[in-house]
């Protein structure tokens, strides 16, 4: 994340907590509105850009690696 914002690209927030060993991760897919109620933004992963299927989303069910 840190290397994406010093690229000048959007990255989600987060903040490590050693306690639990976890990342905690700012919601990056919602925005509030002027009612303050949250609002999902659409988004594209990988697989439905390439257009594959999601039965073979995962490389272990032979989706995409990355070699391919």
Request: proline letters at 3%; aromatic letters at 8%; one cysteine or more.
């Amino acid at each position: 994340m840190q290397l994406a914002d010093g690229l000048g690209l959007d990255a989600a927030e987060l903040c490590y907590q050693p306690e639990i060993r976890a990342y905690l991760v700012h919601y990056y897919d919602r925005i509030s509105d002027a009612q303050a109620s949250l609002r999902r933004l659409h988004q594209l992963d990988f697989c439905q850009l390439a257009g594959t299927p999601s039965l073979i989303k995962y490389e272990s069910d032979g989706g995409l690696g990355l070699a391919r």
